[in-house]
């Protein structure tokens, strides 16, 4: 299978890792095919540039409809993550959402620890319905450059903070963003519960729907567009909103 | 004052349907400055339409930041709404969210009547915190075209999902959807509790949120975005991010 | 427009403080109506004081019903806010209802700062429906005379409380307990985010509701009572309850 | 065990109806003594008078603290209940909210019929925080004059909202209000699950309450009003509230 | 009446201390018949152990059913609480059910201390709706065994969480699990909130269930089981799934 | 990999069935082994029948520890899934939970469909803490003889549910229950949103887990038992809860 790995950053360096992570955890013959947004924010910390971010990604989707099997958001804000399953034909999958269901089979509640704000995932873990399963979140003091440039140290402060967490009761914890990635390797040992890294669990989801060979949906909100017009929308997406075959 | 009317379509018609409704709900001294973005969805009715918009009204917004007093979006969906208050160094009302916002004032639960999507306005509401004050949503069989066109048929159909809603325990009701803009006059008469209407609501909370002066956060994530760098993204939107003052 | 300021204490001193903030903060041609109950406690801080002060509310607003166009409750508890609605034939507002729903359009969570009873706050906060937009209640250790003797001590102790609940993540603070009028003024500059007075939001929110010609309840709980008979009821609660014409 | 039986309405009917049953169900040894209040309405209905009923409530039980081992509020809403809790040196138990304890221990969720408004009854429970464990609430189209003139007609609606409870998934049927009482007997036989009548649930829980000898609240929102002031109060309550000994 | 005070536990002393607290809890003409399962886990602690313990106890109430008036659960656990209900022709208790529920009648929120593991307690309670009744849980550092050898030193640290909860809003602390009977009385006098022990409230439930003489569900999810067959099943639990007469 | 396909019943035929199910969805290289308890109900269908079946489901896994790669429950209920999680060295995984979180994938609220009892379901759903997702269970009315006798009947009342639940906002529905296996193929083609059977969602979560070699929890209510004793367990789960090694 073809599986999209969808940066929602313009930053080509982030979808050149995210690319490696997902080759490394995919089964034997998923092929990886890594993409970056025409336009958009280097790196989204915010709530306007996650904005931007969404309308950049769908565009960037829309490009790739009908060529691959799956798609994996990777970006830790499972950016359009809604919107990019009404207009896909494949399964779309965010990698967030992904680690956060993967803890739910552990049993239990989960924890999540990021560098970023801590609010923008409290409210993406409620839209998910998730918030009786959610312990806590903790944003740990460091930063992107910071974790590449010191792992020891930082990773000294996530190890803390997954264990505050599975002392508060945790049986997992959710390493969100992507400058977290490889830390549940690096950790997992010292850790007394599951690490779950989202790039990991969000293509073996991705997998895992295409193997079900489930219909997309005829009704309802999700329901492909149809005869949607407007102005300055790029051609493929255009094409998607009027339901071209 | 100057109050911003963003439509977040790019169906001048409804810009100026809106702008003449915030007129009409406006005090005297309240300027209502309309405005159209330049691309995306000539009318939201979908979930990626909601996400291409979403991008289109910050665009818009952003050549307004700074000359304006406050901003009312004048679509149904609020869209975008969190993202707007963070960049915009004035107060940035939702319409559909100041329609629920009254109703809560007017003492318990409320209902919502709609053409569109029942699902989109229902996580709108839970997004909120507000699904406890909502009774319930209904979705009236008929299209925009179709109320413009047989308004009184219409009209039968709204005030009887409003009765419906007032029988199941509503003491308000908002009417969600720029094609029921007028409704609220038309059938108020005949409806047992309160019809709310998004733009006569926002315009007014507009107005509040001026007359308060209160301050931009500095922390947190509605804090003014500093430093955010990008590609391909307008001139006016890209100040903003890089915070330029 | 009248707005009545209502007391539900029966110390004067009180009500001529709202009155003054309420006066501050009302758009021109908002004319404050003070008044002050007959009976009930002097100081509402616990539970069976409210219950007290509830029916005596009831009686006061009885004596101006019809000759007001609104009603503002000069009480951090929003005392009898409900019924008030049921009775009165124009907007009720409550103070602390109004700074929480101001505080839901400035976007996210916020928190509650108070001298007085954590637990009666927070059931306030949850018959209001607004649980998940709270992030937490601080009960500063202070006493309302303490705040008159020395405002700067106090002070320190509300603003520290007020940004340790922006670190928790609220986006704005509402200041609850008439002890606090004027501490956002006092303390804002220094905090982070915007801190709300119930004054200022309240009377601007029943500004609103005058300005939206809302009806009145025909049908359900807060319908005008008719033909309800007691006992040693006020004349003017009376006849409301009768629904006299 | 004394235990007062306190209706919150004034009419002393209902009084004595309450009475009745209570003795019909109290275990040997408990003395039923019943208690009207001075003032307030002849039967609550509505919000208001609800409001007035809670002073006038406090207002009875004040004259009664220290003589009775327990109280039980002979009303449907539970009327003051909180209050009534902080003032009396003995425990209080609520009609609705007993019944409502007892069907939790039968064992998953309870439905509840009533003559009056759904509103009303659907936010106690929701204070209670028992909405988890409510089916639904139906209102039976019937008034107390009709229960008590035409039995049988009304007990076939109360039955038949009984059963669509049961048949929604409700383990037991609360049956709330004074004009209820009885029919739990009349209509036992023919329904599938459990009616419980307030009276018989509340007397049974204001004895287990005082087997249990439990303290008072020594500190928190229940703790016993002290030193605190007012006007108009009658003597009684006003000694409660300055925390006379 | 004849109570059933069932362990779930296989070790004796258990059964005899929890029969001794039962009796002194009982009313008089309370008959305490002890019982302990034919296999099973020595002592409850994890979530394997409560599985196993579950279906013993439902075995040994079989060989009771028809002969006791009510059974009360001598676990903390509540094990089986809701199978137990369906199979048995009597009234069944929880103890931490029954401590809960008292609890709430005590108005306002409460808090649990235990030795054991939190998150099933947690658990539990939001199995029975009342998540929002709790404060939070503590799980204090000390073993059964330390609590029998040395209760001072226990206590101190069990009164320490009692106070915390308290300090947080709990208006009452229900210690849970056997190893905590009896230091509610050893503490009461030193917490500033009630302390409920499972034991003395879980026997009044069951005697407070009896003597309202509800019916047995005859449709739903408690009906009886009827006609339901199996392997390996001891005869007496066998009888009751037959639905033999 | 080696997949345990776990029954609770007793029933053989229906073993066959799921391990055939499983066969038909399962990856290359991944080997079914179907296993059937020595104890417990023919066929669950009731509160009590499913305790029994927990600890007989306990008992079969535990012969099989360590020589399985993962366990898949197949059964509805998901009976004993936390408890099978603390004990079991490999994954678990619960049929009806899988098909859950499946659902959530692809965006939006699911419904579920089953035969039999609608309050279990609920329970279970509640549990997982997805309420918030469900938008309603239908409980069809048919039997599993029925099902297999005639499939086209009962075919046409779960089709004619599905749509119902995809009516009322379903972007996906949950078929619960062993005699609904196959239903989702036959009914696919004719239902506007996905079917999901949970035997293949099942298979495939369960070798995602297998596919992220997640550490077992070494903390918490998961980790495995240490040093528990008791009678009459069978050797291979007493040797789990001694932690033997």
Same mark, same amino acid.
């Given at each position: 299978m073809r599986l999209l790995v969808a940066n929602a950053n313009t930053t080509e360096a982030i979808t050149d890792a995210c690319a490696a @992570?997902? !080759?490394a955890a995919a089964a034997p013959g998923t092929e990886i095919i890594p993409a970056t947004p025409r336009f958009g924010p280097a790196v989204i910390t915010t !709530? @306007? #540039?996650?904005v931007i971010a969404a309308h950049a990604l769908l565009d960037l989707l829309a #490009?790739? @409809?009908g060529q691959v099997d799956a798609v994996l958001l990777a970006v830790s804000h499972d950016t359009a993550l809604d919107a990019a399953r009404q207009i896909m034909p494949c399964p779309v999958v965010g990698m967030t959402e992904a680690a956060c269901l993967t803890a739910c089979m552990l049993g239990g509640r989960f924890g999540l620890v990021t560098f970023g704000s801590l609010e923008m995932y409290r409210e993406l873990i409620a839209r998910y319905g998730l918030a009786e399963r959610l312990v806590d979140i903790i944003a740990v003091n460091a930063s992107a450059p910071e974790a590449v440039a010191d792992p020891d140290s930082v990773g000294t402060k996530v190890l803390a903070a997954a264990k505050a967490l599975? @002392?508060?009761g945790a049986n997992a914890v959710v390493l969100a963003g992507a400058a977290l990635a490889g830390f549940d390797n690096r950790l997992q040992a010292a850790c007394p519960v599951a690490l779950l890294d989202g790039m990991a669990c969000g293509v073996r989801m991705a997998e895992l729907l295409v193997s079900l060979r489930l219909p997309r949906a005829q009704a309802g909100s999700y329901a492909p567009p149809k005869g949607r017009m407007g102005l300055?929308?790029?051609?493929g997406l255009a094409a998607l909103l009027r339901g071209d075959t």
């Amino acid at each position: 299978m073809r599986l999209l790995v969808a940066n929602a950053n313009t930053t080509e360096a982030i979808t050149d890792a995210c690319a490696a @992570a997902a !080759r490394a955890a995919a089964a034997p013959g998923t092929e990886i095919i890594p993409a970056t947004p025409r336009f958009g924010p280097a790196v989204i910390t915010t !709530r @306007a #540039e996650n904005v931007i971010a969404a309308h950049a990604l769908l565009d960037l989707l829309a #490009e790739q @409809a009908g060529q691959v099997d799956a798609v994996l958001l990777a970006v830790s804000h499972d950016t359009a993550l809604d919107a990019a399953r009404q207009i896909m034909p494949c399964p779309v999958v965010g990698m967030t959402e992904a680690a956060c269901l993967t803890a739910c089979m552990l049993g239990g509640r989960f924890g999540l620890v990021t560098f970023g704000s801590l609010e923008m995932y409290r409210e993406l873990i409620a839209r998910y319905g998730l918030a009786e399963r959610l312990v806590d979140i903790i944003a740990v003091n460091a930063s992107a450059p910071e974790a590449v440039a010191d792992p020891d140290s930082v990773g000294t402060k996530v190890l803390a903070a997954a264990k505050a967490l599975a @002392a508060e009761g945790a049986n997992a914890v959710v390493l969100a963003g992507a400058a977290l990635a490889g830390f549940d390797n690096r950790l997992q040992a010292a850790c007394p519960v599951a690490l779950l890294d989202g790039m990991a669990c969000g293509v073996r989801m991705a997998e895992l729907l295409v193997s079900l060979r489930l219909p997309r949906a005829q009704a309802g909100s999700y329901a492909p567009p149809k005869g949607r017009m407007g102005l300055g929308i790029s051609p493929g997406l255009a094409a998607l909103l009027r339901g071209d075959t």
